[in-house]
């Protein structure tokens, strides 16, 4: 819904309100920039920057979930997409294709690797776009989930390409021009904080750009009515395969900052629980709001690793299950539109 | 008179149910044709065949002399037929002004390139579109209630808003299925005197209508359906005065205050 955070925003007269609303995201990141400055406790960058990964997924999976109502429980297909391409493409690779005939791909730059995980994710977004939207409902998640799985099983059985269950190690870090130190790798927790924060940034905008605009109503009018859009003339299959590649060529690009932060990936990225814990992060913080994926996604993102001293993995799933169901029980529509009916009474 | 909307031969068959058994007319542009006949008759049927929502078993539909039968729906509204729909139908969880920029979306153009970078052309279309959008809230009365969610609006107002929205889509065909169902006299006039208001504007309209009074001042031409089958075409005066249409609608309350109306 674009209503709580466009509607406040406009009209009404609250001048104060709406500078607040203007300028309270440039505070809150500029908060987050100087962070590593103030602390720079590696432990704490290294969740920080893990979470920023997860939360761009979940910004790329509210465009589908929140604004379509698509719901897509393959979305870590696009994330896993992203990391190989990204690592493959920095790898370099030489795989035989039959007839005898082979690809080789030397190692490239990791920036085009990046480049390479959106396009890649991005393509099988549309292509997915292309086939599922004509199957809506439950037959379009269920082709979603099975799309994670299909990849999942060419990781594990692509040895050639993928190196299967042994993974694909070394993968080289992100690296940047740095002033002062030209183009340099960036092995630093804080580096790569900050880079996962530009791209986490840039990822918010451009949802925020999509969904405010024509096609973002486009979008919210097909989730609101769908053949009352389509007698408007929404074209259903336009907009929403342009939601699909936008949404799959963000979570590619996470992806593709989770293999070059990790250094290494297995066919593991594609599991079920990564999507799961994307789509907690987006219900949990409102579906079809811009912050709620950001707001779930600091909750869901670090609370796990806070526990982690007191509690066993297993408990991490058991937590996100109970908090699930109380959310669905007690804040269906999730933390930012809880908080916005809140703010509009007071 | 060229003829904006011509069906031919429309048959539409619903599993083992004959919604439409044979059915032909023609809606010449400019006008106002009013398509009647009691409950069942097909009326709804017609409208969803026209505008790409059901297939049709047997026949063509042909707008502006071009063939759209089997089209989708949003593929039709893009060449200028527009339905409002009997069931009240709004966008849920959107504000009225809201529903109004949605349902100028044909109007706009800007595409993703100008969404992701803001391009000047997009800024100003926008602000056109929400010009616009106010002008026809202003237009149909409903500009108060501007910030208030569709689903919240009074019953009359949601089915202001149902035509509302299909007018803004500025159709060169507007089809409006039973637009004063439900309505008191009051908002059945301000119903009328809004479809008057379309029709001066330029959109031809197809009306699908119980409120035979209002029918019979509306229509140029009205279109008889009964069970399936066209039984009568013509002014108001002449099916008035047709047996075949008094008989199918015989002991309908309807008539009898249609035959009051007109006396
Ligand atoms: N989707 C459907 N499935 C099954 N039967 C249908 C369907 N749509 C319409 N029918 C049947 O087709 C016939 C024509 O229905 P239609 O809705 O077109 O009538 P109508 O003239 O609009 O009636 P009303 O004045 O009550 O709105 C009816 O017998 C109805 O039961
Ligand atoms: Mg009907």
């Given at each position: 819904?674009?209503?709580?955070?466009g509607?406040?925003?406009?009209?009404?007269?609250?001048?104060?309100?709406?500078?607040?609303?203007h300028y309270?995201?440039?505070v809150?990141?500029?908060?987050l920039?100087?962070?590593p400055?103030?602390?720079?406790?590696?432990y704490?960058?290294a969740?920080l920057?893990?979470?920023?990964?997860?939360?761009?997924?979940?910004?790329?999976?509210?465009?589908?979930?929140g604004?379509?109502?698509?719901?897509?429980l393959?979305?870590?297909?696009?994330f896993?997409?992203?990391?190989?391409?990204?690592?493959?493409a920095?790898?370099?690779?030489?795989?035989?294709?039959?007839?005898?005939?082979?690809?080789?791909?030397?190692?490239?730059?990791?920036?085009?690797?990046?480049?390479?995980?959106i396009?890649v994710?991005?393509?099988?977004?549309?292509?997915l776009?292309?086939?599922?939207?004509r199957?809506?409902?439950?037959?379009?998640?269920?082709?979603t989930?099975?799309?994670?799985?299909v990849?999942?099983?060419?990781?594990?059985?692509?040895i050639e390409?993928?190196?299967?269950p042994?993974a694909?190690?070394?993968?080289?870090?992100?690296?940047?021009?740095?002033?002062?130190?030209?183009?340099?790798?960036?092995?630093?927790?804080?580096?790569n904080?900050?880079?996962?924060?530009?791209?986490?940034?840039?990822?918010?905008?451009?949802?925020?750009?999509?969904?405010?605009?024509?096609?973002?109503?486009?979008?919210?009018?097909?989730?609101?009515?769908?053949?009352?859009?389509?007698?408007?003339?929404?074209?259903?299959?336009?907009?929403?395969?342009?939601?699909a590649?936008?949404?799959?060529?963000?979570?590619?690009?996470?992806?593709?900052?989770?293999?070059?932060?990790?250094?290494?990936?297995?066919?593991?990225v594609?599991?079920?629980?990564?999507?799961?814990?994307?789509?907690?992060?987006?219900?949990?913080?409102?579906k079809?709001?811009?912050?709620g994926?950001?707001?779930?996604?600091?909750?869901?993102?670090?609370?796990?690793?806070?526990?982690?001293?007191?509690?066993?993995?297993?408990a991490?799933?058991?937590?996100?299950?109970?908090?699930?169901?109380?959310?669905?029980?007690?804040?269906?529509?999730?933390?930012?539109?809880?908080?916005?009916?809140?703010?509009?009474r007071? | 008179?060229?003829?904006?909307?011509?069906?031919?031969?429309?048959?539409?068959?619903?599993?083992?149910?004959?919604?439409i058994?044979?059915?032909?007319?023609?809606?010449?542009?400019?006008?106002?044709?009013?398509?009647?006949?009691?409950?069942g008759?097909?009326?709804t049927?017609?409208?969803?065949?026209?505008?790409g929502?059901?297939?049709?078993?047997?026949?063509?539909i042909?707008?502006?002399?071009?063939?759209?039968?089997?089209?989708a729906?949003?593929?039709?509204?893009?060449r200028?037929?527009?339905?409002?729909?009997?069931?009240?139908?709004?966008?849920?969880?959107?504000?009225?002004?809201?529903?109004a920029l949605?349902?100028?979306?044909?109007?706009?153009?800007?595409?993703?390139?100008?969404?992701l970078?803001?391009?000047?052309?997009a800024?100003?279309?926008?602000?056109?579109?929400?010009a616009?959008?106010?002008?026809?809230?202003?237009f149909t009365?409903?500009?108060?209630?501007?910030?208030?969610?569709?689903?919240?609006?009074?019953y009359?107002?949601?089915?202001?808003?149902?035509?509302?929205?299909?007018?803004?889509?500025?159709?060169r065909?507007l089809?409006?299925?039973?637009?004063?169902?439900?309505l008191?006299?009051?908002e059945?006039?301000?119903?009328m005197?809004?479809?008057?208001?379309l029709?001066?504007r330029?959109?031809?309209?197809?009306?699908?209508?119980?409120?035979?009074?209002?029918?019979?001042q509306?229509?140029?031409?009205?279109?008889?359906?009964?069970?399936?089958?066209?039984i009568?075409?013509?002014?108001?005066?002449?099916?008035?005065?047709?047996?075949e249409?008094?008989?199918?609608?015989?002991?309908s309350?309807?008539w009898?205050?249609?035959?009051h109306?007109?006396a």
């Amino acid at each position: 819904m674009t209503a709580p955070d466009g509607r406040s925003a406009e009209g009404r007269g609250e001048l104060n309100r709406s500078r607040l609303h203007h300028y309270a995201p440039w505070v809150f990141v500029l908060v987050l920039a100087l962070l590593p400055l103030a602390f720079p406790d590696p432990y704490m960058l290294a969740v920080l920057t893990s979470a920023g990964i997860f939360i761009i997924g979940a910004i790329s999976l509210n465009l589908l979930l929140g604004y379509t109502g698509q719901l897509s429980l393959g979305h870590v297909a696009f994330f896993g997409l992203g990391a190989y391409t990204s690592a493959l493409a920095s790898l370099g690779f030489d795989i035989g294709i039959g007839f005898g005939l082979r690809i080789t791909l030397q190692p490239q730059p990791v920036w085009l690797g990046f480049i390479a995980a959106i396009i890649v994710a991005g393509g099988f977004g549309w292509l997915l776009g292309r086939l599922a939207f004509r199957v809506r409902g439950a037959y379009f998640v269920i082709i979603t989930i099975c799309f994670a799985q299909v990849l999942r099983m060419v990781a594990l059985n692509w040895i050639e390409l993928t190196q299967g269950p042994m993974a694909l190690i070394s993968i080289p870090p992100f690296s940047m021009w740095l002033p002062g130190q030209g183009v340099v790798p960036l092995y630093s927790k804080a580096q790569n904080y900050w880079l996962v924060l530009a791209v986490a940034v840039l990822a918010f905008i451009v949802v925020r750009q999509l969904v405010e605009s024509r096609i973002g109503r486009a979008l919210v009018a097909l989730r609101a009515n769908e053949s009352l859009a389509r007698s408007v003339g929404i074209r259903v299959t336009h907009y929403l395969v342009i939601a699909a590649v936008i949404s799959a060529g963000i979570a590619g690009a996470a992806g593709s900052l989770f293999a070059h932060y990790i250094r290494i990936i297995d066919p593991d990225v594609f599991l079920f629980i990564y999507t799961v814990t994307m789509v907690i992060m987006v219900i949990t913080g409102g579906k079809g709001t811009l912050w709620g994926p950001v707001v779930g996604g600091l909750i869901f993102g670090l609370v796990p690793d806070l526990l982690r001293g007191h509690a066993r993995p297993e408990a991490q799933w058991v937590l996100y299950g109970v908090a699930m169901i109380l959310f669905v029980m007690f804040l269906p529509r999730g933390i930012v539109p809880a908080l916005a009916s809140l703010r509009r009474r007071a | 008179m060229s003829d904006l909307l011509r069906v031919e031969g429309l048959a539409v068959h619903i599993g083992g149910l004959v919604a439409i058994a044979d059915a032909s007319f023609v809606v010449p542009a400019g006008q106002v044709v009013s398509l009647i006949g009691p409950n069942g008759a097909g009326k709804t049927t017609a409208f969803n065949v026209i505008t790409g929502y059901m297939r049709p078993t047997k026949g063509r539909i042909l707008f502006d002399g071009a063939d759209i039968t089997g089209l989708a729906p949003d593929r039709i509204a893009e060449r200028g037929i527009v339905r409002s729909f009997q069931r009240t139908s709004v966008f849920t969880g959107c504000t009225v002004l809201e529903n109004a920029l949605m349902a100028l979306h044909r109007r706009g153009g800007a595409g993703l390139l100008g969404a992701l970078f803001r391009l000047p052309s997009a800024r100003r279309e926008e602000a056109r579109l929400r010009a616009e959008a106010w002008a026809m809230l202003e237009f149909t009365g409903l500009a108060e209630r501007a910030d208030t969610l569709a689903e919240v609006l009074a019953y009359g107002e949601q089915r202001r808003l149902g035509i509302a929205l299909a007018a803004i889509a500025s159709p060169r065909l507007l089809l409006l299925d039973e637009p004063a169902a439900g309505l008191n006299p009051s908002e059945t006039a301000a119903c009328m005197a809004l479809i008057r208001q379309l029709r001066d504007r330029g959109a031809t309209i197809l009306l699908v209508e119980h409120d035979m009074p209002m029918v019979m001042q509306m229509s140029d031409t009205i279109v008889v359906l009964n069970q399936g089958r066209i039984i009568a075409a013509g002014a108001p005066a002449e099916i008035r005065a047709n047996p075949e249409v008094i008989r199918a609608y015989l002991g309908s309350g309807d008539w009898q205050e249609a035959a009051h109306a007109a006396a």
